[in-house]
């Protein structure tokens, strides 16, 4: 959601970069005619763009006309203007691939493809705030070189006019919503949660440790069945009984005529096969048994 969010923040920035610089292209206020010297006459102020120069008068009236040559500008001009109708078109490329890419749109399916995409449209919004920022710092640096000459006629001297600052702002702006938009990109592709289904699988146990609980119940298994078979097992769970020696328990019965319970068979029920001899193995002798009548 953070990336999203992210992401929209630097499409809208990108956006406004990209209208200040198509606004920028078509001001005639780059270069603004300088009052020194004997050039002091106020009257009127000399706009001088890209496309046009543009005559102001103190009373308001203003008198624009195009440049009816091409080659006839000067270099800077010429560049300028190209550097600036590429760096339009190339914002115009960046927002149809950014929007495409975007998380808040279904254009494409949500993946690595869509993050790649949206961090495509970035990198152009970049490559159009560089083209933005050119013509501004080629115009500045000639204005003011030309200010200090003092070769320069101080009727051909300029300063520098609104348009170059705000084409400055508008590369700015492009470029902090192109890194922006990259930014949320990449932090989508390194895991973004937002974006993707949660999955969650079942752990598996190591082999080793699966090994050791077979071996262990394998080893319980055979302890099982090697105890004895005259084990009570009906009394409950513990520890074996010792059995009593056969002719020790007859001379037993004949001293204290003492009835002891029937072995179990080791075949079939552990119990002893049948009720009767569960219940002789139940059987609590008396220890003064009644006569025999």
């Known amino acids: 959601m ?23 292209a078509s001001l005639p206020m780059w270069q603004v005619s300088a009052y020194l010297e004997s050039n002091i006459v106020v009257a009127q102020t000399t706009w001088e763009g890209l496309w046009m120069a543009c005559v102001v008068q103190s009373t308001g009236q203003m008198q ?31 927002l149809m691939v950014t929007v495409v890419g975007a998380q808040c749109t279904t254009c494409v399916r949500a993946g690595k493809a869509k993050d790649w995409v949206a961090a495509v449209g970035g990198s152009l919004f970049l490559l159009c705030g560089l083209l933005v920022l050119v013509p501004p710092c080629w ?16 009727s051909q001297k300029r300063e520098m006019g609104a348009a170059l600052y705000l084409g400055w702002a508008a590369a ?4 902090l919503g192109g890194s922006l938009i990259c930014a949320s990109s990449s932090c989508a592709r390194q895991g973004d949660l937002s974006a993707f289904p949660v999955k969650y ?13 077979a071996t262990g119940a394998s080893t319980t298994r055979r302890t ?39 072995q179990p068979s080791s075949k079939g029920n552990p119990f002893g096969g049948s009720p009767k001899d569960r219940l002789d193995q139940l059987w609590t002798p008396h220890p003064h048994p009644h006569p025999k009548t």
């Open 139 to 154: 115009f500045a640096n000639i204005i003011i070189s030309n200010f200090y000459d003092p070769a320069v006629q101080a």
């Open 64 to 94: 624009c006309k195009v440049y009816d040559s091409v080659l006839a500008l000067s270099p800077e001009v010429q560049a300028g203007r190209s550097l600036m109708v590429i760096g339009a078109l190339l914002g115009l490329v960046a």
């Open 201 to 213: 699988a079942a752990p598996r146990r190591p082999a080793s440790t699966a090994a050791a609980a």
């Open 2 to 24: 953070a990336s999203a969010a992210i992401q929209i923040l630097g499409l809208a920035l990108s956006v406004l970069g990209w209208v200040g610089a198509i606004l920028v």
């Open 172 to 175: 700015g702006f492009l470029f």
């Open 224 to 262: 099982t069945s090697e105890e004895p078979s005259g084990v009570g097992v009906g009394v409950g769970v513990g520890p074996p009984q010792e059995q009593p020696d056969p002719a020790r328990k007859e001379t037993l019965k004949m001293e204290k005529g003492v009835r002891f319970p029937p």
